[in-house]
Structures are given as C-alpha cells and as structure tokens.
C-alpha cells in the first residue's frame, strides 16, 4: 500500500454555501440602504404627529373629517394666557383677542361651540417628507381656570419636502 497525500478539495457545497452567505448579506444592505427612508414614511402615515399642547391638556372629543384632518377639543388646566404663552414658546403665530368682527364670525363659523374668545395660534411642522399645519382656538368662560382648546391639524400628504 503506497501512502499518497491527496491535497483536500473544497466541496461545492461548501462553495454554494458561502456564495449564499454572501448574497444574504448583500441582501441586507440593499434593504437596509432602501428601506430606510421608507421606514420613516411608513410611520408618518401610520401614526402622524399631533399638533403642540400645553402639557395640562386633556382630551375631550376627537373628529375626523378626512384621513389627515382632524379635529379635537381638549381642555387645558391652565389661564388662558398662559396657554397662548405655550404655543407662542412653541414657535405659533398667535393672534389675541380683541379680534375683528369680521374675524370673530370667521372664527365663530370654524368653531361653533367655542366659548369666550382669547387667541388663535397656528404653525406649521414637517415630519419624514410630509407637512403638518395645525390652529389652536383658545377660549375660556370668564373667570373660569379652565381653557378649551379647539385643535385642528391639517396634513400635506403630498409635499415636496425632501
């Protein structure tokens, strides 16, 4: 019997299993590199931002006229000035009372039950490659520590932000 040394050779299955290695992780950074921006979009429709609140506010009620416009009231337990100093911190253009009358009817034909007027703040938020703008109308009854806030936010679902 001769002792011949044969050199090892490489299945190919060992070949076809590092040759399937290497397109997993290929794979990964191809889902990685395209779903990462998609990830972010799929979120903001799922569950968009809510517009600022003051951080005493409670929910009352919640409308939604369409996918993207919503309507709530929340009560804030707070003055009133001190709600639209909130939304003023927060970045809002904030209008205070005394309005117009021709902006008092514009107002009181948008929120209909709303109670003394104070102030109407409204801003604008982008989020993923969407747009938000939001309003705050800011009421109260006189001599009342509770202020109504009547929320609106309206979604650009088709913004060109990048």
Not at 28 to 34: E, G, I, M, T, Y
Not at 65 to 92: H, I, K, M, Q
Request: with cysteine.
């Amino acid at each position: 019997m001769t002792d011949e040394y044969v050199a090892p050779v490489q299945s190919l299955s060992g070949m076809r299993q590092w040759a399937l290695i290497l397109v997993a992780i290929g794979a990964l950074a191809f889902a990685l590199f395209v779903g990462t921006p998609v990830i972010g979009a799929l979120m903001a429709l799922v569950s968009p931002p809510m517009p600022p609140l003051p951080p005493t506010s409670s929910q009352i009620t919640q409308q939604i006229d369409t996918y993207g416009y919503e309507r709530w009231v929340f009560e804030a337990n707070s003055f009133p000035d001190s709600v639209l100093a909130f939304y003023a911190e927060s970045g809002a253009d904030c209008e205070v009372a005394p309005f117009t009358d021709a902006r008092t009817t514009q107002l009181r034909s948008e929120f209909t039950e709303a109670s003394v007027l104070q102030g109407y703040c409204t801003g604008e938020r982008t989020f993923d490659r969407f747009e938000m703008r939001w309003a705050a109308l800011v009421s109260s009854s006189t001599g009342d520590t509770r202020t109504r806030l009547d929320v609106v936010r309206r979604i650009d679902w088709f913004s060109s932000s990048p």
